[in-house]
């Protein structure tokens, strides 16, 4: 069962006063830990990444990297799986950038180590980068917090036009989706277009051109529900963690 998280943790998220940043010196990109705190809660640790510390890369348009671990965060509580950790977008210290709700979770744990006994709740992380075109599921990017639930992070590379899948969660690939998960992506299309439906907010968030490919992905694994299968170039990233 996912965590309770306080209703006001958006608001603290958005608008407390962020403390001194530590850079992570792990990562390609500039990352920072760091608080953010206001007059309704005693500080909360979070994890924010400047649009100004991203790597220019040749296949995503720069600067677009904080939207999309964004649109992650907006997709996981469309579809109502409570995926990605609580993240919102606002200035900081070294400008706009996202903001993510830093979870205490286990550094020894991670998608290798907890899949033999959870396997079946990876189902949903799965599909979740099938949709979203995750360019970089590494196994450190599942994480395992301190009451038990796993969570995904690191979503910086996705929503791309181009198909870019690398994951290191193949257990799945030619088995038969889920109709309990199917039936959340038919309600998630349903609503795509309306004022406050997902495909609105997306729009706002990246290209147009990668809106429709990802209405595409989710048309496409509602029609023909299964699992994709490994491919022989670039399904899986490295490092593996």
Same mark, same amino acid.
């Given at each position: 069962?996912?965590?309770?998280?306080?209703?006001?943790?958006?608001?603290?998220?958005?608008?407390?006063?962020?403390?001194?940043?530590?850079?992570?010196?792990? $990562?390609?990109?500039?990352?920072?830990? +760091?608080? =953010?705190? /206001?007059?309704?809660?005693?500080?909360? !640790? %979070?994890?924010?990444?400047?649009?100004?510390?991203?790597?220019?890369?040749?296949?995503?348009?720069?600067?677009?990297?904080?939207?999309?671990?964004?649109?992650?965060?907006?997709?996981?509580?469309?579809? $109502?799986?409570?995926?990605?950790?609580? +993240?919102? =977008?606002? /200035?900081?210290?070294?400008?706009?950038? !996202? %903001?993510?709700?830093?979870?205490?979770?286990?550094?020894?744990?991670?998608?290798?180590?907890?899949?033999?006994?959870?396997?079946?709740?990876?189902?949903?992380?799965?599909?979740?980068?099938?949709?979203?075109?995750?360019?970089?599921?590494?196994?450190?990017?599942?994480?395992?917090?301190?009451?038990?639930?796993?969570?995904?992070?690191?979503?910086?590379?996705?929503?791309?036009?181009?198909?870019?899948?690398?994951?290191?969660?193949?257990?799945?690939?030619?088995?038969?989706?889920?109709?309990?998960?199917?039936?959340?992506?038919?309600?998630?299309?349903?609503?795509?277009?309306?004022?406050?439906?997902?495909?609105?907010?997306?729009?706002?968030?990246?290209?147009?051109?990668?809106?429709?490919?990802?209405?595409?992905?989710?048309?496409?694994?509602?029609?023909?529900?299964?699992?994709?299968?490994?491919?022989?170039?670039?399904?899986?990233?490295?490092?593996?963690?």
């Amino acid at each position: 069962m996912q965590p309770k998280i306080p209703e006001h943790i958006l608001d603290v998220l958005m608008s407390g006063e962020m403390g001194h940043c530590d850079l992570i010196p792990s $990562g390609s990109n500039y990352t920072f830990f +760091t608080t =953010v705190t /206001d007059k309704s809660d005693n500080g909360r !640790s %979070v994890i924010y990444k400047p649009k100004k510390g991203e790597t220019t890369l040749w296949d995503f348009t720069a600067g677009t990297l904080y939207a999309r671990e964004y649109a992650t965060y907006l997709l996981s509580e469309e579809l $109502g799986w409570g995926l990605v950790p609580p +993240t919102v =977008v606002r /200035d900081g210290n070294f400008g706009i950038g !996202s %903001v993510q709700l830093f979870i205490d979770y286990d550094p020894h744990e991670n998608f290798f180590t907890i899949r033999e006994k959870r396997l079946f709740e990876f189902l949903r992380v799965c599909v979740f980068d099938i949709i979203t075109n995750n360019a970089d599921r590494k196994g450190g990017h599942c994480i395992l917090d301190i009451d038990g639930y796993i969570w995904a992070i690191d979503h910086g590379v996705t929503f791309h036009s181009d198909m870019k899948l690398r994951t290191v969660i193949w257990d799945f690939a030619g088995k038969d989706i889920p109709g309990w998960i199917i039936e959340d992506l038919k309600m998630l299309l349903n609503r795509f277009e309306e004022t406050n439906g997902f495909g609105n907010k997306l729009y706002q968030l990246v290209r147009a051109k990668e809106v429709r490919a990802f209405r595409d992905r989710l048309e496409s694994l509602i029609g023909a529900p299964v699992f994709p299968s490994l491919g022989s170039y670039r399904s899986v990233p490295w490092p593996l963690l």
